[in-house]
Each structure stands twice: as C-alpha cells, then as structure tokens.
C-alpha cells in the first residue's frame, strides 16, 4: 500500500521569492515519485520524477526536488517564483519500477502574490 | 512532439443517460491508464491496460463503468447509467513501459457534468 500527504491546500509567495511545496509518501517498497502541474481545465504535466538515480532531482521551469529516504519526503523547490508558476501542484507515488498507475496526493494550489 | 488526445473536452448529460469517451495514446505506448479527478482532488486510477489487456481494475466501479481497449492502441471508457456523483474530470494517460520510460504522460481530459 502506499500514500501521498501534501502539507497545505494552498501555498502563497511572493514574485521572486522561494517556492516550498511539502510531499511526504508512505510506501512499502522502494517508490518512484513525480511531481505533475495542472492548469485550468487541463491535463497534468510532468515536472520531474525520481527513479532510484541521483536523489536531486531537476527538472522543467527551475523546479527541483530532493528524494529523502530517512524523512520520507520528496520536496519541490524553485528558486524564485514566478506569476506563471500559479498552478495546482500534484506529488505522485508508484511502486519501484514504475509500471503501476499512480498514487496522488490531494494538490497544492500555489498562489502567486505581485 | 507527441501528445495524448482526448475527446470530447467536455460532456454535459442528464442522470441515468449513457456517456462514453475516448483516448487515442501516443503512439507506441503499450501502456494505458484511466483516472477520475474529482473537483479539488488528485486524480485516482480507475483502470489501467497493458496492450488490449486489463492489468488493474480494482478501482473501477463494475456496475456502472466499463472500459475497452480492443486493438491494444485508442481505448474508450464509458458510464451507463451516469449519476450526480460521476460529475469530475476523466483523464487519460500513456507510458511506453520501457525500463526508462515509465513516466505517464496525460492527455487533456473529458470534463464531465452529470446534471
């Protein structure tokens, strides 16, 4: 079995400030995880994922995430916001080989301030 | 650069009436997912194919969803009778399988309004 707990509904920066958005998985084989965006009335966009390689993770648009094993956590991070970066933010969980369907957490509704 | 498709966009029906919808992958991937996204949450999996086969529908509800994929390539889902609570978003998505390419890739999805 395996979950996904994205802390805070919704997240408000400033333009240019640090963007934080918390995922912590609970899974009991090695995961894979991903971070998707979805805008308005769309599908979801892949950011970037961790399959068992490096454990900093980059990906599209600045984002990155840090896989810890020892907190069960999987991050995103990007440096400075941007009003573009307003979106809703998925964390996603599967088991190690990446072959079943996803597990989601509820969102996080990023919230960019001028 | 290649893309899921999905149609309609969106579906607007009365309670009890038939709907369907369909998802043409990109080409190549052998893998095919369905997921329902309920207004304000994640997606969840309904169903999940491997080529024509259905490798997971633990989450798909029987009596009233079904969904196909007979040629291993587009795939169609559909809802008989349609219910208030069936209102969300359909999203489909594809992976090729292969060691590196496990990443799901989504279409845009069906929104589907059950009045």
């Known amino acids: 079995a395996q979950s996904v707990t994205q802390l805070g509904s919704h997240v408000s920066v400033s333009e240019g400030a640090l963007v934080l958005l918390r995922c912590n998985y609970s899974?009991?084989?090695?995961?894979?995880l991903f971070w998707y965006v979805q805008y308005p009335n769309q599908g979801l966009q892949l950011l970037l994922k961790?399959?068992?390689?490096?454990?900093l993770v980059k990906g599209i648009n600045g984002f990155e995430a840090e896989f810890k094993k020892s907190e069960t956590s999987f991050h995103l991070t990007k440096p400075s916001a941007h009003m573009s970066d307003a979106a809703e933010y998925f964390c996603?969980?599967?088991?190690?080989?990446?072959?079943?369907?996803?597990?989601f957490g509820k969102g996080t509704h990023l919230i960019i301030q001028p | 650069e290649a893309e899921v498709a999905q149609s309609p966009r969106y579906k607007i029906t009365e309670k009890s009436q038939a709907v369907a919808f369909w998802c043409d992958p990109i080409s190549g991937h052998a893998t095919l997912y369905w997921y329902r996204q309920i207004l304000g949450q994640g997606p969840e999996l309904l169903v999940q194919?491997?080529?024509?086969?259905?490798?997971?529908d633990s989450q798909l509800p029987k009596d009233r969803f079904s969904a196909e994929r007979l040629k291993g390539v587009d795939s169609t889902l559909k809802i008989q009778p349609a219910e208030l609570g069936d209102s969300a978003m359909y999203l489909c998505?594809?992976?090729?399988?292969?060691?590196?390419?496990?990443?799901?890739?989504f279409g845009p999805g069906t929104r589907l309004t059950v009045l």
């Open positions: 961790y399959t068992s390689a490096a454990t």
């Open positions: 899974s009991s084989v090695p995961p894979y």
């Open positions: 998505a594809s992976s090729s399988g292969q060691p590196s390419g496990y990443t799901q890739y």
């Open positions: 194919f491997q080529d024509e086969s259905v490798v997971d």
């Open positions: 996603a969980v599967t088991p190690w080989g990446g072959a079943d369907g996803l597990t």
